[in-house]
């Protein structure tokens, strides 16, 4: 996995957009203007903030060492993945899939509504 391949992944789900509102180095992916995932675009190694649920992460950092309370993010709620191939990629892919279906949940009726007709 890679930046471009993270990139392509969530621009195939329903409702995303990607934005560079924090200025040209972070890629955020947006879904009906929340933010499930945001990524570094010049970093040397690959890695993603990503959305968790708080049991899921805890979990996930115990398991693995290279996944860890997201960086300037909410620590409970988001986890920082470093990308260097010791984490499975079904895993990876599963993580940000997750982190949108929680934004998703969290969405007002009207808002999945208009997703739903995207799909």
Known sequence: ???????DFC???????????????????KVMGKVFLLTPIDGVATQFNAKCDPERAEELREKYSDIQPGYHMNKK????VHVNG?????LLYSMIKDSYELVVDSLPKKDKA???ELK
């Open 77 to 80: 709620h988001w986890n920082t």
């Open 114 to 116: 208009a997703l739903g």
């Open 11 to 29: 621009l195939e789900l329903p409702g995303v957009t990607e934005e560079l509102p924090f200025g040209p180095d972070t890629l955020v992916f």
């Open 86 to 90: 010791s984490i499975p990629s079904e």
């Open 1 to 7: 996995m890679n930046l471009e391949s993270i990139r």
